[in-house]
């Protein structure tokens, strides 16, 4: 156990502020901004005092759940334009501005598949891309599902898809999962013992 809290500790100090690796924003110019992002381009001065630039995507973030019933986890299948394919995700979408983490992700899956939690437990937190976004996504274990009505968004086509969790589990094996949420979710949620 002192091992595992060592260990632990050594986390907690790696992330702690370090001035021989800060990069200071010097200036920055938003250069673009749509409805879901905002793009940056900002000119940072190295630890050495050199000078260099970075492209940042703004980004609110977005909060999926990872819901199960019966030994079966709730998928979503759609097709993802930016892909070309199609995919199989957790119910997820975008944290609104000035919205809670665990309201959107409970909004989601409630407008995705018709499902409402009794409770949501928070399960990970993670940026996907931190070298050029600040993207956050926070996932959520549903707990007392009941079925209700789906209400999805105007411009939303989308199929729910039940699958036995050892399916889904070997299908992020093989490959076949590949979103970095549903990834992430499924496989937290097992290591932890909710699956």
Not at 82 to 105: H, N, Q, S, W, Y
Not at 118 to 125: A, F, K, P, S, V
Request: charged residues 30%; contains cysteine.
């Amino acid at each position: 156990m002192a091992e595992k809290s060592e260990g632990l500790e050594k986390v907690r100090r790696a992330l702690e502020l370090d001035p021989a690796l800060v990069e200071r924003v010097v200036s920055s110019e938003r250069e673009w901004e749509g409805k879901i992002f905002a793009v940056e381009h900002l000119r940072v001065e190295l630890s050495d005092g050199s000078l260099d630039w970075r492209e940042v995507v703004r980004h609110h973030g977005g909060a999926g759940v990872v819901a199960v019933m019966g030994g079966r986890v709730c998928l979503v299948r759609q097709h993802r334009v930016a892909l070309g394919c199609m995919t199989l995700e957790i119910p997820a979408g975008k944290v609104d501005p000035d919205e809670a983490r665990d309201v959107c992700a409970a909004r989601e899956l409630t407008e995705e598949t018709g499902l409402v939690a009794e409770r949501l437990e928070l399960l990970t937190e993670s940026y996907g891309a931190p070298g050029f976004t600040n993207e956050h996504t926070s996932v959520y274990f549903a707990h007392g599902l009941t079925q209700g009505s789906a209400r999805l968004d105007e411009g939303e086509f989308l199929n729910v898809v039940w699958v036995p969790v050892a399916d889904a589990v070997e299908a992020i094996r093989q490959g076949l999962i590949q979103d970095a949420k549903t990834v992430e979710g499924i496989l937290a949620a097992k290591a932890f013992g909710m699956l």
